[in-house]
């Protein structure tokens, strides 16, 4: 494989459009079989490391939840020779204790999306990649301790439920995600960890409370000036958070997601067709060719 232009990519969500202190900093646009990303990817060094951003929604937040090429947004960050990818995602809390302001670095995910293509396979190639534990162990372990480096009030665990959007949850539904033992609420992360399970890449979330969701009759209900309120004082920390856990990252990744889809192609190899052979080579190339 050629070197790597990003070792790690860091996908920003509502309120994150860019990362400061990047050097050597340069954009690239890129194309792929599924269409081109949200916006161009910004390459540099941080902290020593070769970095990727994106910004989710695009530059001035031009893409709602269900319209994220996520496919293509992977895809892109894959072929850069990303390994590991850093979402940061605004979400509602359905706990009490998780507070506004807090972090979560969440260990599963609920997937309540309806309009997603979550998968880069079909057409020819049957693939079934686990997904028992969504997110990367050994990555959230390390975004828990550089939380924690900077002094942020970081949660460990906790379920993610990921709703389609763009409208905020009823109450019925938010009660409903409460008696699941659900711990937060968002419409980002699904496909996303999916399609990077898929692709090898270790990923996970740093996830920024701004609201309660609609279930606390205490607290004013969940609105979008609210949402950004909060979302842009979170956004200096989560990037400290980020600064922190660069260089702790080792270059080896001990953990099953770099090896996935080692045994989870199902598909007979000489009756893959051509056409997704190419289509899918910077995912599955090593095991097709």
């Not at 020819?124 to 997904?131: A, E, P």
């Not at 534990?133 to 906790?158: M, N, Q, R, T, W």
Request: proline fraction near 5%.
């Amino acid at each position: 494989m050629a070197t790597a232009e990003a070792q790690v990519a860091i996908i920003g969500g509502s309120g994150l459009y860019d990362m400061d202190d990047l050097k050597d900093m340069r954009e690239v646009n890129l194309s792929t079989p599924f269409g081109a990303p949200s916006d161009s990817i910004v390459i540099g060094a941080l902290s020593g490391i070769k970095l990727a951003f994106l910004p989710r929604h695009g530059r001035g937040h031009r893409l709602s939840p269900t319209e994220l090429p996520a496919r293509a947004n992977i895809y892109a960050l894959k072929s850069l020779g990303v390994e590991r990818i850093i979402s940061v995602s605004a979400v509602g809390s359905l706990k009490e204790d998780l507070k506004p302001l807090d972090l979560v670095v969440p260990d599963q995910l609920i997937d309540r999306t309806k309009s997603r293509v979550n998968t880069f396979f079909g057409d020819g190639v049957v693939v079934h990649v686990g997904f028992a534990d969504p997110f990367c162990p050994d990555l959230s372990d390390a975004l828990i301790e550089a939380a924690k480096g900077v002094g942020a009030s970081v949660h460990k665990g906790g379920t993610y439920v990921v709703m389609e959007g763009p409208l905020f949850s009823t109450k019925a539904e938010s009660r409903m995600y409460r008696s699941w033992g659900a711990s937060i609420i968002g419409m980002t992360a699904l496909p996303e960890a999916k399609l990077a399970r898929e692709a090898e890449i270790c990923y996970a979330t740093l996830a920024s409370v701004t609201d309660y969701d609609v279930w606390h009759e205490s607290e004013e209900p969940v609105s979008v000036e609210m949402v950004l309120t909060n979302l842009a004082k979170n956004v200096a920390t989560a990037k400290r958070v980020i600064r922190m856990l660069l260089p702790t990252i080792s270059e080896d990744r001990g953990c099953s997601c770099a090896s996935a889809l080692k045994d989870a192609i199902i598909t007979r190899r000489d009756l893959i067709p051509e056409e997704a052979k190419q289509r899918l080579s910077a995912i599955m190339g090593r095991y097709i060719h």
